[in-house]
């Protein structure tokens, strides 16, 4: 009796702590609403309340997305079984916006990949950068679901895309595939490897999935086992040259293993593991004197991770996270940009390692010289710490890689600064010292340093140009650093038809908007968007602006404009709802004016795209809206909805109210200011 009192008690006080920021998780009105991104490294896991991480505090102890147990609970950290917002049970809208929950700094003690740094100690973390979209001189890999595979520089733009049909996933195609968070990292560890790298990506596996494939028997010491060789004709455990198998759901029907022309079943005839980086099969019954198997290879890419997860701030702390890969990198990355991959390319065969590509037109896509990849660094190695740049250890031998000079993620000018000029990396700050860090020479493509410097760093031109002075009757030479300045060239519009060949699913979502049908001049991608025309010519952010790269006075202001939304005016200075009378700041004033005064915008710094979406609608109780979420489930995102117990009402605070348009046109157009007082709680830390 007292233990049941006790219980009792305790679940009546967890009620008081929870309840409120439960059912704002649980129901919101008729709907769901999001998880809270909310989060404190207290090691107390209020879920739903906050986002869901067992041992809060040090999560290198507990990996999320890898290592799982067979009594896990890392499924609820993204998922929700029966009450999800986002399409494949995901607690959140989209793929993008459910890894960006964690991975933007909310959880202080993982990666944020928004500002590029490990935990709340900030040392930047190996992969980059992708910024929010408005920092100087700001490239990086598009993640956001926004364009398709194929667009990948070095990628397949023939639109003549290798298929495959096989039984798990059926019929489909390469490249013509959105690409997001999801296109580079396996959320669930299915590539086997630390930073979680998918692989399958661009469809890898599926186009090169195996058939009736032939094992190669293999002693060593007291174990016999089986492999499916990816290269030459024996076993080498220390170059691993054996296919290691993507399985688990969605995986399973491929993956089969025969004896002698006999299907076997795994956990009874024989035992798969691919604990050592590669697929092995241990027959527990019987003696096949064949094996063979039809199965789905991962691309396999292996690194070496000490000190996971630790981002000391101290410069010269041995004991922060350090990252090196000793495999596959750059067929990873050749993955999407094919062609880009010259690791493959010989142009003398003899030699042990790819060369020649400089000077031999190579790709499968498209044909041009490029530069090597794969080679050994040697003649180079003691200049890469000058710029951070990186490389592939294979062997004891260190190999150029994409990684060599490029970011995966992606750069910005306070990026560089972290990495060049501040204290993290001695050798590159004393080679640094105080440089300018400012991008002209176009895009900043990911680089690990500004312009051509990583060319620079190893090619060292600079020293062989000394003496030009005294050998120059003791002329100066300019200065070769330009000023960026705009483009003296029109940048013109294009037709829409060309931005979706790219963007299908934004220009897709964006026809069923009110702005793509519009009578007359409908509003279109090159409103938002400027510079479509070199945009066409070269794929990159360089000359292609977006409203989201303003502050949020400018985006409101853009959406205000004269042609816009501020041409229509509320003529009715009081407007009856619910038996409540309305009074509008000015009745004169257009709505975004409306706004402009309200607490959602001073307070919330809020802008139109926080909550409306122009590249899309949903459809909710025969209403459609063109919002991100359900309109209850959108105001859960900031808002404390749990006091309403299920009965909250989003018209009750923003009731659509007509308004007199200069033409004399009546719309329903929702205010902003009325009942603002009484909005309900943010959700802070005051939870």
Known sequence: ????????????????????????????????????????????????????????????????????????????????????????????????????????????????????????????????????????????????????????????????????????????????????????????????????????????????????????????????????????????????????????????????????????????????????????????????????????????????????????????????????????????????????????????????????????????????????????????????????????????????????????HGVSQSFWEKTLEGNWFPEAKSYWGTLPLVEIAGSSALKRAPNMATCETCHRKGPASEGYTANSAGSTPGNNRDTPVNPSFPLTRVDNTLCQKCHEKIYTGWLQTKHANLRGDRVDCQDCHTGGSEHVKSPSGTYMDSISELNYQQQVAKCAGANCHGNTSDSLANMDYNNDTISFVDSSTPQVREHVSSKHYNVGAMTCTTCHNPHGVIKHNNQTYELKYQPNSLCAFCHDLGEFAGAFNWEDYMPPVPRAAVNGAAYHLHSFTYKEANFPGWLDSDH
């Not at 025969?258 to 980086?277: M, R």
């Not at 096949?288 to 070496?304: D, E, G, H, K």
């Not at 090196?324 to 010989?346: L, P, Q, R, S």
């Not at 951070?388 to 250890?393: I, R, V």
């Open 1 to 408: 009796m007292r233990n049941f009192m006790f219980f009792l008690f305790f679940g009546l006080i967890l009620g008081v702590v929870t309840s409120t920021a439960f059912a704002a998780q649980i129901r919101v009105g008729q709907d769901y609403g999001p998880t809270p991104k909310y989060f404190n490294a207290d090691d107390k896991a209020y879920y739903p309340a906050e986002i869901y991480l067992p041992n809060e505090t040090n999560p290198a102890r507990y990996r999320i997305h890898s290592n799982y147990s067979r009594n896990t609970d890392a499924c609820a950290a993204c998922h929700a079984t029966h009450t999800a917002v986002g399409e494949t049970l995901l607690q959140w809208g989209t793929v993008y916006d459910t890894c960006m929950a964690c991975h933007d700094g909310t959880i202080s003690t993982t990666y944020n990949v928004q500002e590029g740094e490990i935990g709340a100690n900030g040392k930047p973390t190996y992969g980059g950068m992708f910024g929010i979209g408005n920092e100087p001189f700001l490239s990086n890999h598009l993640v956001t679901g926004a364009v398709k595979i194929f667009a990948a520089p070095g990628g397949n733009i023939t639109g003549n895309y290798e298929t495959y049909d096989v039984p798990d996933q059926g019929q489909g195609k390469m490249w013509d595939i959105t690409f997001g968070c999801e296109s580079c990292h396996s959320p669930h560890g299915l590539g086997g490897n630390a930073r979680i790298l998918n692989p399958n990506v661009n469809a890898y596996s599926l186009v090169n999935y195996k058939t009736n494939f032939s094992l190669k028997k293999v002693t060593e010491g007291n174990e016999t086992f089986w492999v499916a060789l990816s290269s030459g004709n024996s076993f080498d455990s220390t170059a691993k040259n054996a296919y290691q198998w993507v399985r688990s759901y969605p995986y399973l029907k491929g993956t089969k293993v025969y004896f002698d022309g006999t299907e076997k079943v795994e956990g009874v005839d024989y035992e798969l593991s691919n604990s050592q980086g590669y697929t092995k099969i241990k027959v527990l019954q019987g003696n096949p004197a064949t094996i063979t198997a039809s199965f789905y290879p991962a691309l396999q890419v292996a690194m070496t991770i000490t000190n996971y997860l630790d981002g000391d701030n101290t410069s010269q702390s041995p004991d922060s996270e350090t990252v090196i890969h000793v495999k596959g990198i750059n067929a990873f990355c050749g993955a999407c940009h094919t062609d880009y991959n010259t690791e493959n390319v010989y142009k003398d065969s003899t030699k042990s390692e790819p060369n020649g590509s400089s000077d031999l037109l190579n790709g499968k896509y498209t044909e041009a010289y490029r530069h090597q990849v794969g080679f050994n660094v040697a003649d180079f190695e003691q200049y890469l710490p000058n710029s951070n740049m990186a490389y592939e250890l294979r062997g004891g031998k260190k190999f150029m890689t994409c990684l060599t000079c490029h970011y995966a």
